[in-house]
């Protein structure tokens, strides 16, 4: 398992042997899902968070809402891979609401507290303005 999930985490979202059943027992599918959550989830969070500060934190340090989101964003991966076709409509739901709130963290809509901002430079030029040196032209 990664360092932010816990096997024991996931049995508030689904029962134990379900999990089993549909990773077939393997933890390292769901080490997979759960890395391409975590990727998923830090395009959406990096603008303004410390990804790194954020996803490094384990037990009670963790954010709820970023776990959660985490936990449904992982097993619809888990679903998708297991059958594409059949991915129960409770799962789906989860997840897009996983992504809404992402989005709506993105644009600042929503704002959760205690998560870890971005570190920034007082010296952060964005724009460099430059020109062609002056000509003198006589008529």
Not at 44 to 64: C, K, M, Q, W
Not at 132 to 139: I, L, Q
Request: glycine share 2%; proline share 4%.
């Amino acid at each position: 398992m990664s360092a932010f999930l816990e096997k024991t985490d996931y049995s508030t979202v689904i029962k134990n042997y379900v999990l089993d059943a549909i990773t077939e027992a393997d933890d390292s599918i769901i080490d997979t899902a759960e890395g391409e959550a975590i990727s998923l989830m830090s395009d959406y969070l990096n603008i303004r968070y410390d990804v790194a500060a954020i996803f490094s934190a384990t037990g009670e340090d963790r954010h709820n809402s970023v776990v959660l989101s985490c936990k449904d964003i992982t097993l619809f991966l888990i679903h998708q891979r297991h059958n594409p076709r059949k991915i129960p409509k409770y799962r789906t739901d989860a997840y897009e609401r996983a992504i809404e709130w992402l989005e709506n963290v993105r644009d600042g809509e929503r704002d959760p507290f205690e998560l870890p901002l971005k570190e920034t430079t007082e010296n952060n030029t964005v724009i460099e303005i430059k020109s062609n040196p002056k000509r003198v032209n006589h008529y």
